[in-house]
């Protein structure tokens, strides 16, 4: 039935929903009768496969979806979290490798599925979470609650105005907003279902990127490090924008071979920019 909207993986949806409404996981169906399924799920299920033909999407559908081993919630107003960011996680937990109590910002955090998972796998982290939209804001207040992520601060805020963050960074990461603004009109119908203001990246994609590595440098420790996540292309581009004050710039590539991930440290000049 889910094919129309989603040919290659109706039936992983499918199951999906249908664990879902049985409150158990994928694995878990095959230990359910074909009559157990159809008496509990029938009508839930239709009224939730209506929805996803609508093109909307199956995370905002079920509330919540997983990243990293962890479940977040999502809903309108917020980014769903994707399996490619969790390579910015593993690049951050390999950066902060033997550093104490480090600190962390957030930036652009949407639903919270960076920080908080760097909380949990860090725990002796403190993590500076920022966010401007109020309704993301939201989602992401209930997942710091529903994921116990006590060394987490939420704080609602723009990255183009000053830090709100009194203490340094010995890490900043984001998953900015990063796609050109003429080729948003040209994405799949259920991304056109998430906030804009978390896709369009402006006129040509580096917007947020230019404005972390102008005005956030300022507010790393003198080793600190940023990495963000990035478009399939954007490596080079994103790359050109940090070596002008780091001397240590990469950039690593994800499972599919696309550039995915900038780190970017060992400051050398923190004065070539404006704030």
Same mark, same amino acid.
């Given at each position: $039935?889910?094919?129309?909207?989603?040919?290659?993986?109706?039936?992983?949806?499918?199951?999906?929903?249908?664990?879902?409404?049985?409150?158990?996981?994928?694995?878990?169906?095959?230990?359910?009768?074909?009559?157990?399924?159809?008496?509990?799920?029938?009508?839930?299920?239709?009224?939730?496969?209506?929805?996803?033909?609508? /093109?909307?999407?199956?995370?905002?559908?079920?509330?919540?979806?997983?990243?990293?081993?962890?479940?977040?919630?999502?809903?309108?107003?917020?980014?769903?979290?994707?399996?490619?960011?969790?390579?910015?996680?593993?690049?951050?937990?390999?950066?902060?490798?033997?550093?104490?109590?480090?600190?962390?910002?957030?930036?652009?955090?949407?639903?919270?599925?960076?920080?908080?998972?760097?909380?949990?796998?860090?725990?002796?982290?403190?993590?500076? $979470?920022?966010?401007?939209?109020?309704?993301?804001?939201?989602?992401?207040?209930?997942?710091?609650? /529903?994921?116990?992520?006590?060394?987490?601060?939420?704080?609602?805020?723009?990255?183009?105005?000053?830090?709100?963050?009194?203490?340094?960074?010995?890490?900043?990461?984001?998953?900015?907003?990063?796609?050109?603004?003429?080729?948003?009109?040209?994405?799949?119908?259920?991304? /056109?279902?998430?906030?804009?203001?978390?896709?369009?990246?402006?006129?040509?994609?580096?917007?947020?990127?230019?404005?972390?590595?102008?005005?956030?440098?300022?507010?790393?420790?003198?080793?600190?490090?940023?990495?963000?996540?990035?478009?399939?292309?954007?490596?080079?581009?994103?790359?050109?924008?940090?070596?002008?004050?780091?001397?240590?710039?990469?950039?690593?590539?994800?499972?599919?071979?696309?550039?995915?991930?900038?780190?970017?440290?060992?400051?050398?000049?923190?004065?070539?920019?404006?704030?």
């Amino acid at each position: $039935m889910l094919e129309p909207c989603s040919a290659e993986d109706s039936s992983f949806e499918a199951d999906c929903i249908v664990a879902d409404l049985l409150g158990c996981t994928n694995s878990a169906l095959r230990l359910y009768s074909e009559k157990e399924i159809e008496t509990a799920t029938a009508e839930k299920a239709m009224d939730f496969a209506q929805r996803r033909l609508l /093109h909307e999407p199956l995370q905002y559908i079920l509330g919540k979806w997983e990243f990293y081993g962890r479940e977040f919630y999502v809903g309108e107003g917020v980014l769903i979290p994707r399996p490619e960011t969790e390579l910015l996680i593993d690049s951050a937990i390999s950066e902060l490798k033997g550093k104490t109590q480090p600190v962390c910002y957030d930036l652009c955090s949407g639903s919270g599925c960076i920080g908080i998972t760097v909380s949990k796998e860090i725990p002796d982290s403190r993590v500076f $979470m920022l966010e401007k939209s109020e309704k993301a804001f939201g989602f992401l207040e209930k997942n710091v609650a /529903h994921n116990g992520a006590a060394n987490c601060k939420p704080v609602i805020g723009d990255i183009f105005e000053e830090s709100p963050f009194e203490e340094k960074a010995d890490i900043i990461l984001s998953n900015p907003p990063y796609i050109c603004s003429d080729v948003i009109p040209t994405l799949q119908p259920e991304v /056109h279902k998430e906030p804009q203001m978390a896709l369009d990246g402006g006129e040509n994609g580096l917007v947020f990127y230019e404005r972390i590595a102008k005005g956030w440098i300022k507010a790393l420790k003198p080793d600190g490090i940023i990495a963000v996540e990035i478009g399939d292309e954007q490596g080079e581009s994103v790359s050109a924008l940090f070596r002008k004050s780091f001397s240590d710039v990469r950039v690593i590539k994800d499972f599919s071979g696309n550039d995915r991930v900038v780190v970017a440290k060992n400051i050398f000049n923190c004065r070539n920019w404006s704030i």
